[in-house]
């Protein structure tokens, strides 16, 4: 049978896809905007139909109905990264939460440890070989796509056909719907004084020729903009925005000196622009593959001069970095921080930045503290911590001891705090 005949075969509405979910199903749906909205809003406009169903996804963008903290008995959401649309439902305990290194995610899928009966997923349009791109996000998706008992594809002319491990053939598809709707676009975070003073820093402790993993935020993206007169910068990062798409464009990002995949830009997922999205689509130069290929401490640090830059909530005086959670309250999840940390350390002339504001809530609060807020998810350990980068300045913690540590984030610390934190060093006997 041609992959024509079966795409026709297998194409309806949205309501006739659910028929593919049965009561205490698990669904598995991509990070973010590659998350498929019309087969979503049919499943919340239908939820009452269902019994025990849940939704598993890391960084869902819409406010589904199936996030009604009032139907959780009929389809409930499980977080695997918060966000905005999520976050209250993990404060109240609507949703609930499935903590791991999003690299280690499709191991955890294949094991059988985190459940896949469907996949929901957004793709490009089918090729002349009968395969579909899953181009904004691969993800953790390709190991639930081979796991799922059903996988149900709403495919979209605006979803770039992007190369890399990130395809799936009609034969492996149970049900598809079509829409045309634009893909969901995330602009950039704004960036203030006290996160360009941070940027400039950390891009000044960037070499030509260092390969960047960039995470999200207004920080990472300040970092970014101050690499335009860098050369022969690479890719090779869980996230792909604008940010990188700038340097791209403006020449600064070559990867010809990349250790591991030279003259390709590596990501698993993507989140920006539609001009973003349509410059991924069918470019030789950017591949998208399964998290536990982009974001593995192996691979990734094959590549020399790995810098990764990440964002944190807290630290404390020993470098644990909350960047989750606000005491015991989720915000956000573990992501790819601790990944990517690691993979730097392991680089050759790698350098991993944790970066943060020293305050928050108008200078009233030290995000530097003696010891972390009781409750506090710890997302990269003492052990791995290395760079932290504040507007006050650079600590290096890495193969330091407890005192100097102190000493070091201490000095970074907003000023009308540093005696603070140096009085509360004495007490805990570290100074």
Do not use: W
Request: with cysteine.
């Amino acid at each position: 049978m041609s992959a024509q005949h079966l795409y026709q075969q297998k194409r309806g509405t949205a309501d006739a896809a659910l028929s593919q979910v049965r009561d205490g199903d698990f669904i598995v749906v991509p990070t973010a905007v590659g998350e498929p909205p019309a087969l979503l809003t049919a499943l919340s406009e239908q939820r009452r139909n269902f019994r025990d169903v849940k939704v598993g996804q890391i960084l869902v963008v819409r406010k589904y109905g199936f996030l009604d903290p009032t139907t959780t008995e009929h389809v409930r959401h499980v977080a695997y990264f918060f966000s905005g649309a999520s976050r209250a439902g993990g404060k109240d305990g609507s949703i609930d939460f499935i903590p791991s290194y999003f690299s280690e995610m499709p191991s955890l899928i294949e094991r059988g440890l985190m459940p896949a009966d469907v996949v929901f997923a957004l793709a490009s349009p089918m090729d002349e070989h009968g395969y579909f791109s899953l181009g904004l996000t691969a993800d953790y998706t390709m190991a639930a796509i081979a796991k799922a008992r059903a996988v149900v594809l709403e495919v979209n002319p605006n979803v770039p056909y992007a190369f890399g491990n990130c395809h799936i053939h009609i034969s492996q598809v149970a049900a598809l719907v079509e829409n045309d709707a634009p893909v969901m676009e995330v602009g950039l975070p704004t960036i203030g004084p006290v996160q360009q003073a941070i940027g400039k820093y950390v891009a000044d402790m960037i070499d030509d020729g260092s390969t960047l993993q960039i995470g999200y935020g207004g920080i990472p993206d300040a970092v970014v903009m101050q690499l335009t007169d860098k050369r022969d910068l690479g890719i090779h990062t869980e996230m792909i925005g604008d940010g990188i798409l700038t340097l791209i464009e403006q020449g600064v990002v070559t990867n010809r000196k990349k250790n591991f995949m030279p003259g390709k830009s590596i990501a698993t997922f993507a989140l920006g622009s539609k001009k973003l999205y349509q410059f991924i689509h069918r470019n030789p130069g950017i591949e998208m593959h399964p998290v536990d290929f982009t974001n593995d401490p192996y691979t990734a640090g094959q590549n020399d001069k790995l810098m990764a830059i990440n964002a944190t909530l807290q630290i404390d005086l020993l470098g644990q970095c909350g960047s989750e959670s606000l005491g015991h309250v989720p915000y956000s999840g573990t992501g790819g921080q601790t990944d990517f940390v690691r993979a730097a350390n392991r680089s050759k002339g790698g350098k991993a930045f944790i970066v943060l504001p020293s305050t928050a809530k108008d200078d009233t609060i030290s995000r530097i503290v003696p010891t972390l807020t009781p409750g506090t998810h710890v997302s990269t350990s003492k052990n791995d911590i290395n760079y932290v980068v504040t507007e006050f300045g650079v600590a290096q913690l890495r193969g330091k001891s407890a005192k100097q540590r102190a000493q070091e984030l201490i000095s970074i610390a907003h000023p009308a705090f540093r005696a603070e934190l140096t009085e509360a060093a004495r007490k805990m006997g570290v100074l």
